[in-house]
Structure formats: structure tokens, C-alpha cells
């Protein structure tokens, strides 16, 4: 039967942010997560990470007696049994992000999936395999591509919350990453900095903040400062249909794919929209809103409102992420990773399931390099020249760090409990006195 799981424990976590902007408003001071940390008879210790939030560590402090004493050999049925414990919720609408709606993103996220990682960072130091290898096919290629996540930034100097600044002057991105960056300038300023510490070769920027042609302006800027790079931009659905078309088409020379251009309106789901915009543009489109299941997958892909779908193992599971990858790859669309604020155990991860994710894949999205510097492993996977390797080191290949894992925890205590779960209103309200969330209005235009 192979080794047993002898103990499993949920760290909550904290971790610092920049004051990056987005359409459901600014990023707060801190970000959290939960780390599940496993130990076998075998003497291994496996781990995974998942979003933050109270929802989130109930539901993993609830799987504990379905995991301890299990064969880790036997995963695949422990992980359904937790995928079967908890109900729907009475206030998950069932929209899922289609809109965006932060509140209901703790729905989406699949909190077993945090053990389904850390049980198979077990299997693989057992078998001696890396995850990847675990995966679909095995393993389809060492070196995975990480796309550069760009964000405006507004100046923290407007609020009284502990952002952190001055945290690492070691080179551009290190000081850049935490001060105002609003304008196409500013945009390009900072994609250059990423590109000479992480050699990024290309490029997304989060939209759905300014006037959506400025933040067109600011793709041509970032395509006209590197010709050769593949640029997206993710309002996250925020421009109407007909917006979305009109600047795509100015526009169409400086982009490589959108992301959720346009998203639920006028009765119309963002499945329909996203259809008709692609008929109208012929520009491929990629999503993390509207297809978040197997279900709204089912009706994006029959309405061909997708070319590539972000399926986020956060959200889909290891395995079911690489089941999206393969099903792409025979229908000849494309799979890709949306992100959250992460620690480096998820960069891990998504290095891993990419690895595993066969045919050709588009460069995964990370947030980490907004975080780099607060990781919680011994050695966090590096970017270099755009890329992490995945090596033969078993499991996840890579070794937590107690002494910084306690660390941020600790953190997690001592912050206010306002800043559990993400609600990036508040920062926000200190720009526009009294801002509210409004899916179809970019966060600074009010
Ligand atoms: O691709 C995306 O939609 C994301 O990365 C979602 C995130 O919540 C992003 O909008 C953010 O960090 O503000
Ligand atoms: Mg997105």
C-alpha cells in the first residue's frame, strides 16, 4: 500500500502586496493564502498551497480526519471523498467570477485541490518522480514558460495602510514594483525592469482601470517597446462588446490575444459576448471568467467564445487542469494558468502542471514576481530568462521552510482580520471616497 499519511496541518498566511489596480478595485496591503503541510511514515513531507481566507481554511482544517492515515498511494479516492464533503453555500450565487465578483471567487476556488498537491508532492518523493511525471502523459517539456504580469500602481503615499516599500533595492524591478507606475511610460518602465531581472519575453497587463483607450495606448507603448513580444490585455470584462471590437480592431496590430475584452450585458452572458467579439475581430480570446467549469466550458466551447482557456489548477485540480490541456490540445485550442497573489509553492505547482500540459501552451500567468522575495520555501523556483525548469527532484521538487512558513503565519495573526478575505475596495475608497464595485465601470473611472 506504500506509506500512510501520519499528520496534515492548514497554515493560514500573510504575505506584503503593492498597491497594483484592477477592476474590482486596488490590491490591499497584504494578500493571504493557506498552506496544507503533510507528513508520511515514510518520513516525506508534502505540500500544497490555496487561497486565503477563513471559507477556505475551514473546509481544509474539515478534511483533516478524511486524511490522516490514508495511503498516499490511494490519493485519487481521497481527494474525491473531500471534493464530495461540503455543499453548495447559501450565498454562492452560482455566477461564478463571470462579473468579476471577488465575493464569490472563494466558490470557484477548489479547496481540495491544496491536498490533491500536497498528496501528490508525497506520491512523487515515494516514487521518486517528479508531480509532472505523475500527471496526463508525463512529463512534455524541462523548460516553462512565465508570461510577465504587468499592473498599474497607485502612489501607497495616498493611504495610511502599511504598504510595504524599500524592500529590495537590489535592482529596477525590486524599487519599481512598489511605486506609481499610471501612465504607458510608466507601463513600459516596469516591463523592462521584469525583463532584465526575470527575462520575461512577453507580457500581460491588467486592464479595467483606466478609460479602455488609454489602456490600449499603453498596449501599443509595451508592443512598440518590444516588437517581438506577445502582449495581451485583461480588463476582466469590464468594456462593453462594442468597445472591446472598436479598440481591438484600432488596435489589432499591438495585440497577440485578449483576455475576457468583454463579459456579461444586456442580458447576454459573457459566453455570448466573447463569441460575437470573436467573430467580429477574429482576435483569439482568453479567459479565467467565463469558463470555470466543466459545465460553462461546455457552453463557451460549443459558442466558440474561447481559444484559451486559464485553467487554474487552484480552480480545476492538478489533474483536472491537465484534463482541460489535453482536451485543448486535441481540439486544437490552447491551454494557459490565471493567477492570484501566490507564495512560491503555487509557483511550483503551476511549473509542474505545466510541464505535464501537452502540445503548445500559452506562457503561464504568475504573480509571484510581485511577491518575490517573501517565499516560504528553502529555494523558490527561479525565472530565468522567462522560464522555470522543472528537473528530475522528486515530488514538487522543492523543500519548505518551517521558520518562514511560522513567519508568515504569524503575520496572518497579527494583521487586522479585515484583511482575510480579498476586498480590494478598501484601498480603493481612499483614491474615490465611497467606491464601489461595478463590473462594467474600469476601477478609476467613476
Ligand atoms: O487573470 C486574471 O483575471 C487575474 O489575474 C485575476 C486577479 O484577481 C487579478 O485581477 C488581480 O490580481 O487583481
Ligand atoms: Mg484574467
Not at 16 to 33: A, E, N, Q, V
Not at 278 to 297: G, L, Y
Not at 403 to 425: F, G, Q, S, V
Request: charge should be negative; hydrophobic fraction near 35%.
Amino acid at each position: 500500500m506504500g506509506p500512510k499519511v501520519k499528520t496534515m496541518e492548514v497554515f493560514p498566511v500573510a504575505g506584503y502586496d503593492s498597491m497594483t489596480l484592477t477592476l474590482s478595485g486596488c490590491h490591499s496591503p497584504y494578500f493571504t493564502r493557506n498552506i496544507v503541510v503533510l507528513t508520511d511514515d515514510a518520513g516525506h513531507t508534502g505540500i500544497g498551497e490555496i487561497h486565503g481566507g477563513e471559507y477556505t481554511r475551514q473546509q481544509l482544517e474539515s478534511y483533516i480526519p478524511h486524511v490522516v492515515g490514508q495511503p498516499i498511494t490511494d490519493y485519487r479516492r481521497v481527494v474525491n471523498q473531500l471534493r464530495h464533503l461540503n455543499g453548495k453555500k447559501a450565498d454562492d450565487t452560482g455566477e461564478g467570477i463571470q462579473g468579476l465578483d471577488i465575493s464569490q471567487l472563494k466558490y470557484v476556488v477548489q479547496s481540495e485541490t491544496a491536498v490533491e498537491c500536497a498528496l501528490m508532492d508525497l506520491l512523487g518523493k515515494f516514487l521518486e518522480l517528479p508531480v509532472a511525471a505523475l500527471l496526463g502523459d508525463g512529463i512534455q517539456r524541462r523548460d516553462v514558460e512565465f508570461l510577465g504580469y504587468l499592473f498599474y500602481i497607485e502612489d501607497t503615499h495616498k493611504t495610511d495602510l502599511p504598504y510595504l516599500q524599500d524592500d529590495d533595492d537590489s535592482d529596477d524591478w525590486g524599487k519599481l514594483r512598489r511605486l506609481p507606475a499610471m501612465t504607458p511610460k510608466a507601463i513600459v518602465k516596469e516591463a523592462k525592469a521584469a525583463q532584465n531581472r526575470y527575462g520575461f519575453k512577453n507580457f500581460k497587463l491588467k486592464g479595467g482601470v483606466l478609460d479602455p483607450e488609454l489602456e490600449m495606448q499603453t498596449v501599443k507603448a509595451l508592443h512598440d517597446a518590444f516588437p517581438a513580444a506577445h502582449i495581451n490585455i485583461d480588463p476582466n470584462g469590464a468594456w462593453s462588446e462594442a468597445t472591446a471590437i472598436a479598440l481591438v480592431n484600432k488596435y489589432k496590430a499591438a495585440v497577440t490575444y485578449m483576455e475576457d475584452p468583454c463579459g456579461p450585458e444586456n442580458g447576454y452572458s459573457g459566453r455570448e459576448t466573447l463569441s460575437e467579439f470573436k467573430q467580429a475581430t477574429h482576435v483569439p480570446v482568453a479567459t479565467n471568467m467565463i469558463a470555470t467549469d466543466w459545465r460553462q466550458f461546455q457552453h463557451a466551447s460549443a459558442l466558440k467564445s474561447v481559444d484559451i482557456v486559464l485553467a487554474d489548477p487552484h480552480f480545476w485540480g492538478l489533474h483536472g487542469s491537465i484534463r482541460m490541456a489535453q482536451l485543448l490540445n486535441d481540439w486544437g485550442m490552447t491551454w494557459g494558468s490565471h493567477s492570484n497573489n501566490h507564495f512560491d509553492i503555487t509557483l511550483a505547482t503551476y511549473a509542474q502542471v505545466a510541464a505535464a500540459a501537452p502540445g503548445h501552451i500559452t506562457p503561464v500567468d504568475t504573480h509571484y514576481i510581485w511577491q518575490d522575495g517573501q517565499g516560504l520555501l528553502k529555494q523558490s523556483p527561479e525565472i530565468r530568462d522567462g522560464h522555470i525548469h522543472v528537473s528530475d527532484a522528486p515530488g514538487l521538487g522543492v523543500e519548505i521552510d518551517m521558520d518562514k512558513l511560522h513567519a508568515a503565519n504569524d503575520l496572518y495573526k497579527k494583521i487586522d482580520p479585515m484583511y482575510y478575505d480579498r476586498d480590494d475596495a478598501r484601498s480603493m475608497q481612499y483614491l474615490i471616497p465611497g467606491w464601489q464595485y461595478d463590473s462594467k465601470k474600469p476601477a478609476l473611472v467613476r
